[in-house]
Antibody, heavy 119, light 107 residues
Framework: QVQLQESGPGLVKPSETLSLTCIVS??????????WHWIRQPPGKGLEWIGY???????RYNPSLKSRVTISVDTSKNQFSLKLTSLTAADTAVFYC???????????WGQGTLLTVSS | EIVLTQSPDFQSVSPGENVTITCRAS??????LHWYQQKPDQSPKLLIK???QSFSGVPSRFSGSGSGTDFTLTINSLEVEDAATYYC?????????FGQGTKLEIK
């Protein structure tokens, strides 16, 4: 059974950079055909796709965030990461990592980690 | 980007009843349309992939249909544990997008 676990700081100040990591167990980030996604959900609101890194290291981002986002994969640690720069209060959200089957549905999700942007 | 509009936004239903949630896409998504269930303080769970294919382990009372721009999620014989918010998601065209969600309350 594939499991994903996010880790992050919880609280970050405006204008700073967020770094989140998703540790994958029960499966390999290098396995062909899977893509590793970040998705966020502001409190009480809907879901927004942020982007993905593929098993081969290729990336694709949501244009709405593209200038501020970097997603990378570390196959030696079986994890992938998200960096989001120039944070504002509007970035306050629960951040989820998820496995994508190809570039299609998300079949496994982490439990989510709440990021609050506040001074 | 493709906009997904779900209806209704909220529905209150009694146990045993049948429920239909619709998702309309602003452009043709083929069958690259998927459904998720999210309970309070939990991460979303995949229910239906490619419009009508049930994901492993999902109860048979959940079913999906549709193609192109109009899709439905049907829950037959609703159970108390089905209280949740349901989201549709399209992966046809990047960026992936989600519907705004339909909150289902059990009376």
């Amino acid at each position: 059974q594939v499991q994903l676990q996010e880790s992050g700081p919880g609280l970050v100040k405006p204008s700073e950079t967020l770094s989140l990591t998703c540790i994958v167990s029960g499966g390999s980030v290098s396995s062909g055909g899977h893509y590793w996604h970040w998705i966020r959900q502001p409190p009480g609101k809907g879901l927004e796709w942020i982007g993905y890194v593929s098993y081969s290291g290729g990336t694709r981002y949501n244009p709405s965030l593209k200038s501020r986002v970097t997603i990378s994969v570390d196959t030696s640690k079986n994890q992938f990461s998200l960096k989001l720069t120039s944070l504002t209060a509007a970035d306050t959200a629960v951040f989820y990592c998820a496995r994508g089957s190809a570039t299609d549905y998300f079949d496994y999700w982490g439990q989510g980690t709440l990021l609050t942007v506040s001074s | 980007e493709i906009v997904l509009t779900q209806s209704p936004d909220f529905q209150s239903v009694s146990p045993g009843e049948n429920v239909t949630i619709t998702c309309r896409a602003s452009q043709n998504t083929g069958t690259y349309l998927h459904w998720y269930q999210q309970k309070p303080d939990q991460s979303p769970k995949l229910l239906i992939k490619f419009a009508s294919q049930s994901f492993s382990g999902v109860p048979s009372r959940f079913s999906g249909s549709g193609s192109g721009t109009d899709f439905t999620l049907t829950i037959n014989s609703l159970e108390v544990e089905d209280a949740a918010t349901y989201y549709c998601h399209q992966s046809s065209t990047s960026p992936d997008t989600f519907g705004q969600g339909t909150k289902l309350e059990i009376k």
